[in-house]
């Protein structure tokens, strides 16, 4: 007990540290024949791996302090981007075409201990991209699990589905929000709650107010800024066929991001079920089909370095999930990251995979 205490409070003195390096930006654009969910990730560290995750696995989280654990099988299969290991997604999509992205929110506070089970922040993606088809199902999850509050870092989501409905989620004095359907009138998400997003929109031309927004000088750790320029090319995006919704997509992302720490560009066609993106150490736009995929849990992971220099349709490139490379990423992520956990934590969480067993 006293080492989980210990361990506890090294996070917590990290925190504020982590939270100031963050800047990412995330949003969903809709036509009459296309679905998309862009996202830069802008951080301090730009290595990881993508990974599959597969369905019909039975899990059981691992938390380094005591609670009540969340079990679960999982129903869908997935692709996600993982840097902190194996089962502990930056964000992804599963085979359902269900969207989930992380941003720091440093004004979030996790529910208290009650009788629902806990799990870890990213833990809780990886819930969601293996259950929930839909954000009513996400929604409908909070009635069962929630993040605990001695979990890491402090986070907000957006999520959509494949019907082409979006769904912010918060964790605000303890109690979880969420904005969807009228209540998300803008399918943007940066690093300030989404209701002071909106406050500061109706300030600007073109949203009730008179300043215009500015893209020549916004400052790209200025989440509410990041957040109006987002707004504002999803308003002004028109149809066109000579420029791909893919394509006015990456330009967003390239408005709003960080120049020297957007490590990350990933587009989500969730009609396609396509994954495009590329890093900030390699720039040529890579893409893959989940269809591609075996997701059944008799069959074995697979994973690619996020920073391939391949381009095209990388589902070739992908090779079988290696314990010793997600260990090593584990490892380097959490020194490098500044979370100075325990080597015992550290190295649970690298093997907690290898403990995942088929249901079938």
């Given at each position: 007990?006293?080492?989980?205490?210990?361990?506890?409070?090294?996070?917590?003195?990290?925190?504020?540290?982590?939270?100031?390096?963050?800047a990412c930006s995330t949003f969903?654009?809709?036509?009459?024949?296309?679905?998309?969910?862009?996202?830069?990730?802008?951080?301090?560290?730009?290595?990881?791996?993508?990974?599959?995750?597969?369905?019909?696995?039975?899990?059981?989280?691992?938390?380094?302090?005591?609670?009540?654990?969340?079990?679960?099988?999982?129903?869908?299969?997935?692709?996600?981007?993982?840097?902190?290991?194996?089962?502990?997604?930056?964000?992804?999509?599963?085979?359902?075409?269900?969207?989930?992205?992380?941003?720091?929110?440093?004004?979030?506070?996790?529910?208290?201990?009650?009788?629902?089970?806990?799990?870890?922040?990213?833990?809780?993606?990886?819930?969601?991209?293996?259950?929930?088809?839909?954000?009513?199902?996400?929604?409908?999850?909070?009635?069962?699990?929630?993040?605990?509050?001695?979990?890491?870092?402090?986070?907000?989501?957006?999520?959509?589905?494949?019907?082409?409905?979006?769904?912010?989620?918060?964790?605000?004095?303890?109690?979880?929000?969420?904005?969807?359907?009228?209540?998300?009138?803008?399918?943007?998400?940066?690093?300030?709650?989404?209701?002071?997003?909106?406050?500061?929109?109706?300030?600007?031309?073109?949203?009730?107010?008179?300043?215009?927004?500015?893209?020549?000088?916004?400052?790209?750790?200025?989440?509410?800024?990041?957040?109006?320029?987002?707004?504002?090319?999803?308003?002004?995006?028109?149809?066109?066929?000579?420029?791909?919704?893919?394509?006015?997509?990456?330009?967003?992302?390239?408005?709003?991001?960080?120049?020297?720490?957007?490590?990350?560009?990933?587009?989500?066609?969730?009609?396609?079920?396509?994954?495009h993106f590329r890093s900030l150490?390699?720039?040529?736009?890579?893409?893959?089909?989940?269809?591609?995929?075996?997701?059944?849990?008799?069959?074995?992971?697979?994973?690619?370095?996020?920073?391939?220099?391949?381009?095209?349709?990388?589902?070739?490139?992908?090779?079988?999930?290696?314990?010793?490379?997600?260990?090593?990423?584990?490892?380097?992520?959490?020194?490098?990251?500044?979370?100075?956990?325990?080597?015992?934590?550290?190295?649970?969480?690298?093997?907690?995979?290898?403990?995942?067993?088929?249901?079938?």
């Amino acid at each position: 007990m006293i080492k989980k205490l210990i361990s506890l409070g090294i996070i917590l003195f990290i925190l504020a540290t982590i939270q100031q390096v963050n800047a990412c930006s995330t949003f969903c654009l809709k036509d009459s024949k296309n679905l998309v969910f862009g996202r830069s990730y802008d951080w301090n560290i730009g290595y990881g791996y993508m990974m599959t995750n597969l369905r019909n696995v039975k899990k059981t989280r691992f938390l380094p302090y005591d609670e009540k654990l969340t079990t679960w099988t999982s129903k869908y299969g997935s692709v996600t981007i993982n840097q902190y290991g194996k089962e502990y997604p930056i964000g992804g999509m599963n085979e359902m075409g269900l969207v989930i992205d992380v941003m720091t929110l440093k004004d979030t506070y996790y529910p208290n201990p009650d009788e629902r089970s806990a799990i870890d922040e990213l833990g809780w993606v990886q819930y969601q991209l293996d259950n929930s088809a839909s954000i009513q199902d996400v929604i409908e999850s909070n009635k069962t699990i929630r993040i605990s509050n001695k979990t890491f870092v402090k986070l907000h989501f957006l999520v959509s589905d494949a019907s082409g409905r979006t769904l912010a989620v918060e964790f605000l004095n303890g109690v979880a929000t969420f904005h969807y359907d009228e209540n998300l009138p803008y399918k943007c998400l940066t690093n300030s709650t989404y209701d002071n997003s909106l406050v500061y929109l109706k300030n600007l031309n073109g949203f009730s107010g008179q300043t215009p927004v500015d893209y020549e000088h916004h400052i790209s750790g200025n989440s509410l800024e990041r957040f109006a320029i987002c707004a504002d090319m999803l308003n002004k995006y028109k149809e066109d066929i000579n420029t791909s919704i893919i394509d006015y997509s990456f330009d967003i992302l390239n408005k709003v991001k960080d120049d020297v720490r957007s490590q990350f560009q990933i587009v989500y066609d969730l009609k396609n079920k396509e994954i495009h993106f590329r890093s900030l150490q390699s720039s040529n736009i890579k893409m893959v089909k989940l269809s591609s995929f075996n997701f059944d849990c008799t069959s074995k992971p697979m994973m690619i370095d996020v920073n391939t220099t391949s381009d095209g349709n990388i589902f070739n490139k992908f090779s079988q999930y290696d314990s010793t490379a997600n260990r090593e990423l584990v490892i380097k992520s959490y020194r490098e990251t500044g979370i100075k956990l325990p080597e015992n934590i550290i190295l649970k969480i690298a093997r907690w995979p290898e403990n995942l067993k088929c249901s079938q």
